[in-house]
């Protein structure tokens, strides 16, 4: 089966460096002429986050295709973190406790990691299942392909391996409960 992966279109937050995962941002202008100047993949279905950054870029990417919410393909929640970038929160003890624990530590007030990409996970084997024999788009949020992408692609790798930039992703084979990256997009 080809899967297509693509995290959302920029965002306010995204251009600020900030961690925004609760928050429903809509995309920034920049993000909307990135999303329009750039070729992608056809699909036959999309399978989207709920939240607005996302469902924007689907419109704009995939105008006549169907699709298809899962909401536990929401990106994480950054608890106190959320809405804040690396200079705000730089000299904030509960930060530098996260920093240190590699990204592992749950959010003080939000999401624990396994949490979070057992969500991500369950929700993924969910929409292929619902969806199979065709290709299909997911548009999502970074944290969401890492998640995806640490679990189930071969050769394995690390959840921050798998970053990409918004509106950039990858085609993929899914086979077998594998992942195989193709291309980048």
Excluded at 56 to 65: A, D, F, H, L, Q
Excluded at 82 to 106: C, F, R, T
Aim: some cysteine; aromatic content about 10%.
């Amino acid at each position: 089966m080809k899967i297509i992966f693509i995290r959302h279109g920029k965002t306010g937050g995204n251009l600020r460096k900030a961690y925004i995962g609760r928050t429903d941002e809509s995309l920034c202008s920049e993000g909307i002429s990135e999303l329009e100047k750039k070729r992608y993949p056809t699909a036959d279905i999309v399978v989207s986050s709920p939240m607005k950054r996302c469902i924007e870029t689907t419109e704009i990417i995939y105008p006549n295709v169907p699709v298809k919410i899962y909401d536990d393909l929401k990106e994480c929640d950054f608890g106190d973190f959320e809405g804040k970038n690396y200079e705000e929160l730089n000299g904030d003890a509960d930060y530098q406790v996260w920093i240190d624990s590699d990204g592992k530590m749950p959010f003080p007030n939000g999401e624990a990691h396994g949490d979070f990409t057992e969500r991500c996970c369950n929700a993924f084997i969910k929409a292929v299942s619902e969806n199979g024999g065709r290709v299909i788009a997911f548009v999502v949020h970074g944290g969401t392909v890492m998640s995806v992408l640490e679990r189930f692609a071969e050769p394995k790798k690390g959840y921050y391996d798998y970053m990409i930039k918004n509106s950039c992703g990858y085609v993929t084979e899914f086979n077998d409960g594998k992942i195989r990256i193709l291309e980048e997009i």
